[in-house]
């Protein structure tokens, strides 16, 4: 048997809360955590927000965020545990025997530094290299995280790259100094699922050539399930089963594990469209200002009162800017917009107050969605007053009625944003929009920052409150796996272009277009060897061209 690197016992972690109006308390946010991990070993760490995945991660390096403190337990990593050492040897721990890659990278970087500086700066910090062996080992990595010019590369600034890209050097950045482990903390969750599958098998490929340890942590068990040798799931800071991949995936014992594996089983029957539309947009092609680049080329979509269009694709690829343009935000240089059945001023500032009341918009971030000084009350209220000019009893009351509809129910009227959940914001920001009684609400990305569980809740949320409401989705995501679950139709976007439209069924079945045909064999599926079933027919496909 091999001894564990990294040997965690008893892991308990807590913070200090601050409630509005209460005095301060102690909370335990991790609560006895034990699991090992050997050389050369990849363990993954599951759960919903909150569940402690980032904080036990962070703990391998005796490192507590935003005022949290390990108040308990051991953590051994190479036979010593860290927990007791001094600043010193914490210091010559991080970046040397222990590395870190996080969600965001570019965050992450530098904006002011080229790239080959800041990737090798931990190897030469910590006398693992000189910089001339330094540079040549991230010339390696570039290399072998599949990079393009890894010679040069290193030259460009953080800005220069694609996120797939900077990604990949923030995963070079983690390995140049040769760690023992590295903590990846959801680096892919971020990124397009075209581009997610290049920097995770970039990720597999360099843990299997470097042979070093890895805690994998994220919320999506279908990733996860492609990486790890083993994984614990975790719920509110405790252990809830750990096993092999295999086990957890294909023989999930707890409850908890068994409904983060069935995830997104939401069925909907594809609705046909009535006679007339809500929306049709007719040959839009728009620029920003100061360019002359077409962002938009010829757009041309239609939705159905009561219906859902999906609008997918990658990064770039037009999405958001077709909301803006709908919307008023950004005029279009050609085409025409037709919202039940009036021609829609390509300009916010001149759209009357029935079309903005009747067109509404749920964003991807609901905490900047609200203004955190604000009651749920308030936030929902605003428009009650603006559009229909209720006050008083008669306000509260349809308040509390749109509060039952999203499931929110008593005693939420008088809280802050801060004091909700991240699904709980976004019910309320759907709340909001649904207080104007629209015709149509614009879903930006509203479920791509919430874990599974809880977007599942917010998806069957929205198909049951299209029911009631009659209200038309023009939902835009890039996740696939929400599409299937929720579109009547579907416009597939790519570099400011529809190249494929129609129905759901009709969009979902080959024959496939080239693009679309990529993105729907990129959306990991929850079984083991997906990912090198994946690239090899790839690489069988280019091989054939």
Excluded at 232 to 258: C, F, H, R, S, W
Aim: hydrophobic share 40%.
């Amino acid at each position: 048997m091999t001894d564990p690197l990294l040997k965690v016992r008893g892991l308990k972690i807590g913070a200090t809360i601050y409630p509005p109006g209460e005095k301060p308390r102690d909370i335990e946010i991790v609560h006895g955590v034990d699991f090992d991990l050997a050389p050369g070993k990849v363990l993954g760490l599951i759960g919903e927000s909150g569940a402690g995945k980032s904080t036990i991660g962070l703990a391998s390096m005796a490192y507590g965020r935003g005022g949290v403190e390990i108040t308990g337990g051991s953590v051994e990593v190479n036979g010593r545990d860290i927990l007791q050492s001094g600043l010193r040897d914490v210091r010559r721990l991080r970046g040397a025997e222990v590395t870190y890659v996080s969600q965001s990278a570019a965050a992450s970087f530098n904006p002011a530094k080229q790239i080959m500086e800041q990737v090798t700066e931990a190897a030469i910090f910590q006398n693992k290299f000189s910089r001339k062996d330094a540079e040549a080992r991230a010339v390696e990595l570039f290399a072998k995280l599949g990079l393009p010019d890894p010679d040069t590369i290193g030259n460009r600034y953080p800005h220069q790259v694609s996120g797939g890209q900077l990604q990949r050097c923030m995963t070079a950045l983690a390995l140049c100094p040769e760690p023992d482990l590295v903590v990846f903390d959801e680096p892919t969750t971020a990124l397009d699922v075209t581009t997610q599958i290049d920097v995770l098998a970039a990720i597999k490929e360099a843990i299997r050539d470097t042979g070093v340890a890895a805690l994998y942590i994220t919320h999506d068990l279908a990733v996860v399930a492609q990486v790890s040798d083993h994984i614990m799931v975790l719920q509110q800071g405790a252990m809830v089963e750990y096993g092999t991949t295999d086990q957890i995936i294909n023989d999930p014992q707890e409850d908890y594990t068994k409904a983060l594996v069935s995830v997104r089983s939401i069925t909907h029957e594809e609705k046909k469209p009535t006679a007339t539309p809500v929306l049709k947009v007719e040959n839009i092609t728009a620029r920003y200002s100061g360019t002359n680049f077409d962002v938009l080329k010829n757009i041309n979509v239609e939705l159905h009162p009561g219906q859902t269009l999906a609008v997918v694709g990658e990064s770039g690829s037009g999405k958001s800017t077709l909301a803006r343009v709908i919307t008023g935000l950004l005029p279009p240089s050609q085409g025409t917009i037709t919202f039940d059945g009036r021609p829609l001023t390509p300009d916010l500032a001149t759209r009357p107050l029935e079309d903005l009341r009747e067109l509404q918009m749920i964003y991807q971030m609901a905490d900047t969605a609200m203004n955190p000084r604000q009651t749920v009350g308030t936030i929902i209220g605003r428009p009650l007053e603006f559009y229909f000019g209720l006050r008083g009893a008669e306000k509260q009351k349809r308040i509390q009625e749109l509060l039952d509809e999203i499931e929110l129910g008593e005693g939420f009227q008088d809280r802050y944003p801060a004091e909700l959940s991240g699904g709980q914001k976004q019910r309320v920001c759907i709340a909001r929009a649904l207080a104007a009684k629209p015709k149509m609400i614009i879903c930006d990305e509203v479920t791509s920052a919430l874990d599974p569980l809880v977007a599942d809740g917010i998806l069957k949320l929205l198909l049951e409150l299209q029911k009631i409401e009659d209200v038309a989705y023009l939902f835009i995501t890039h996740d696939l796996a929400t599409v299937r679950a929720i579109a009547d139709s579907i416009a597939v976007m790519y570099q400011g272009s529809v190249v494929r439209y129609g129905p759901k069924s009709q969009v979902l079945s080959p024959p496939f277009d080239d693009y679309t045909d990529l993105l729907l064999s990129s959306v990991p599926e929850m079984k083991l060897g997906w990912l090198e079933d994946v690239l090899a027919h790839r690489k069988m496909e280019s091989a054939g061209n």
